[in-house]
């Protein structure tokens, strides 16, 4: 005669909520490198609520110096910031051997930077003010290792 084992309740209402706290653990990190702390904040918030983790730094020496052992899953990377721009962050990680996708954010109209930005990988390059839902819809494209054209922007 063969018994079947019946878990006990606990255990089932164990093993949820240890699958809840891998899922919850497992989000995807988005590193956001702007030096507008506002920026920063907006971008951060609206990142979170879209249930990613998000690491945020001032400039591309912070986030270079900061040591961190966990890649993220995406970098947002403004393009002209103090010290290293955006571009030159981009070199830098592709030197050290990073393929982690990067989505650039800029205040500035500049062809010759979209162009570069491109020519390196970058997933989008998007200008502020940047919508919600494009920069979300870039990110999912760039976390499937796909480009994103932003749709146009409306007239004034």
Same mark, same amino acid.
Request: charged residues 25%.
């Given at each position: 005669?063969?018994?079947?084992?019946?878990?006990?309740?606990?255990?089932?209402?164990?093993?949820?909520?240890?699958?809840?706290?891998?899922?919850?653990?497992?989000?995807?990190?988005?590193?956001?490198?702007?030096?507008?702390?506002?920026?920063?904040?907006?971008?951060?918030?609206?990142?979170?609520?879209?249930?990613?983790?998000?690491?945020?730094?001032g400039?591309?020496?912070e986030?270079?110096?900061?040591?961190?052992?966990?890649? #993220?899953?995406? $970098? +947002?990377?403004?393009? %002209?910031?103090?010290?290293?721009?955006? *571009?030159?962050? =981009?070199?830098?990680?592709? @030197?050290?051997?990073?393929?982690? #996708?990067?989505? $650039? +954010?800029?205040?500035? %109209?500049?062809?010759?930077?979209?162009? *570069?930005?491109? =020519?390196?990988?970058?997933? @989008?390059?998007?200008?502020?003010?940047?919508?919600?839902? +494009?920069?979300?819809?870039?990110?999912?494209?760039?976390?499937?290792?796909?480009?994103?054209?932003?749709?146009? @922007?409306?007239?004034?």
């Open positions: 005669m063969q018994r079947h084992l019946i878990p006990s309740r606990g255990f089932v209402h164990e093993l949820l909520r240890s699958r809840v706290r891998i899922l919850v653990t497992r989000r995807t990190m988005i590193c956001v490198v702007d030096d507008d702390p506002s920026v920063r904040k907006a971008l951060k918030r609206l990142l979170s609520s879209a249930g990613y983790e998000v690491a945020t730094f400039s591309a020496e986030l270079l110096t900061s040591g961190r052992g966990e890649l #993220p899953g995406l $970098f +947002v990377i403004d393009v %002209r910031m103090p010290g290293l721009s955006g *571009l030159e962050l =981009q070199r830098e990680l592709a @030197a050290s051997g990073s393929r982690v #996708p990067v989505v $650039f +954010v800029t205040a500035y %109209r500049d062809d010759q930077a979209r162009t *570069l930005a491109h =020519q390196a990988g970058a997933v @989008a390059y998007l200008e502020k003010p940047v919508d919600g839902e +494009v920069l979300l819809g870039a990110i999912r494209a760039g976390l499937k290792r796909e480009t994103f054209e932003a749709p146009e @922007a409306e007239p004034l």
